[in-house]
């Protein structure tokens, strides 16, 4: 169980948010953002310390909220569960930790700890202003409503305490990552945690993803290849070859593909959870960077957009841990001659955008391939879709155009 603690307007569900993404996209199967207060909110008066019917109801979501993360790991085969939440009070930590105990679960803490006033404003101004509590509310009040809800939350705070907590295993984050302390990693997803947090910031920023230039073996429909290596440097026996020629020479591989094309592997080559395993680093590198420039592979493209779109959920479309991967990650399209636009807005999810697009060779696609394709908004204009995305959490969807079926 990963528990989030601090006051409101500390970022926690950006992290929270980000880091269910990350341990999904490398194959942990992880849930987060469990059940919110149950309740009609009308002012910060519900937060008072000394509302005791309030106190109840929220004590009674948590608990709520508590028998969902049971469900999922005890019985949905989940393996990681966050829950996003203030938990200011050492009883409310209390009460998760004999939960925890009660279960058999490991608990790790992420404490935010944010002391700069135009940090807390500037998350106040883009996230909570859109917040379902402030609904048709004018932007001064729901501002002065809402510092005034932190204020109840600040009288009764109590944050880890270095040497109450030492036994615990947590890691606090000082003003949005100037500083860090950790203490007591236990085991091996903590530790990727620890190094992911440490890695990620808040500054705006784009990604820009773009595949290489179109080539010969694009234009005839081959797939990989290398012209300028050696016999040995050339270890994938179907490189260079079309779908048709694998179908007839490897009838066997060519059917285990499409049973499973997001863990198959091709002889002596690597399948795409391979490829997601040996791009991690890469991925750390982007989310330390500010605006950069990818140029890749569609595979590596895939894996990528398949991270940042949130496109590894273990819980879309098949059942099974880790199998919303296995179905969408190797169907993504990501066309040539196109460069998207990747920029993170509220709650860590991102706003994709095509924003350059001429006319591209259409490239052929192997026997039951159908890509998932969305709505998009491109620089010519909306274009036609096939399946619209309902699930995604892109404030803008990413539209790819028709004609450019996935490899």
């Known amino acids: 169980m990963v528990i989030m603690v601090g006051l409101p307007a ?45 106190l109840l109801i929220r004590k009674q979501c948590a ?5 969902d993360v049971h469900s999922y790991l ?27 105990k009660e279960h058999g679960y490991k608990v790790f803490f992420i404490e935010s700890i944010c002391n700069d006033p135009e940090v807390i404003a500037e998350n106040i101004r883009q996230v909570k202003l859109g917040s379902p509590d402030y609904i048709d509310c004018d932007r001064e009040k729901v501002l002065e409503d809402f510092l005034k809800r932190i204020e109840c939350y600040e009288v009764n705070y109590q944050p880890l305490d270095d040497e109450l907590d030492s036994h615990l295993s947590y890691i606090k984050i000082f ?20 190094y992911y947090l440490m890695n990620i910031h808040v500054t705006p920023r784009s990604i820009y993803l773009c595949r290489h230039g179109e080539s010969e073996l694009n234009l005839r429909g081959r797939i990989g290849g290398d012209s300028g290596l050696s016999a040995r440097g050339k270890q994938g026996v179907c490189e260079e070859m079309t779908y048709e020629e694998i179908q007839e020479h490897y ?10 094309k997001y863990r198959y592997r091709y002889p002596k080559g690597e399948s795409y959870e391979d490829l997601v ?13 500010e605006n950069v420039l990818v140029i890749c592979h569609q595979a590596v493209m895939r894996c990528l957009l398949a991270y940042f779109l949130d496109k590894s959920s273990g819980t879309t479309f098949l059942s099974g841990p880790g199998m919303g991967a296995a179905y969408e990650l190797p ?18 999810k991102i706003g994709a955008e095509c924003i350059t697009k001429v006319s591209a060779t259409v490239e052929r696609a192997a026997k039951g391939d159908t890509g998932t394709e969305y709505t998009i908004k491109t620089s010519a204009g909306a274009r036609r879709a096939t399946k619209a995305d309902t699930g995604s959490k892109c404030a803008t969807k990413l539209a790819l155009e028709l004609g450019d079926p996935p490899m």
């Open 74 to 100: 005890s019985h949905e085969e989940g393996r990681v569960a966050v829950f996003d939440a203030t938990n200011t009070t050492r009883e409310r930590r209390s009460l998760i930790l004999q939960f925890a």
């Open 175 to 194: 003003d949005v990552g100037t500083r860090y302390m950790v203490n007591r990693v236990q085991d091996h997803i903590q530790s990727r945690t620890v």
């Open 63 to 67: 608990l709520a909220a508590l028998k």
């Open 277 to 289: 395993q040996r791009l991690e680093p890469v991925i750390m590198e982007l989310e330390r960077q």
């Open 10 to 54: 500390r970022g926690k569900t950006y992290i929270s948010t980000k880091l269910t993404r990350y341990l999904n996209w490398i194959g942990t199967p992880t849930k987060g953002q469990y059940r919110r207060e149950a309740v009609s909110y009308k002012n910060y008066e519900f937060f008072l310390p000394d509302n005791m019917e309030a």
């Open 331 to 348: 169907y993504l399209k990501c066309p040539l001659h196109t460069v998207l636009k990747l920029t993170p807005v509220a709650y860590a």
């Open 251 to 260: 009838p066997e591989e060519f059917a285990l593909r499409d049973q499973d």
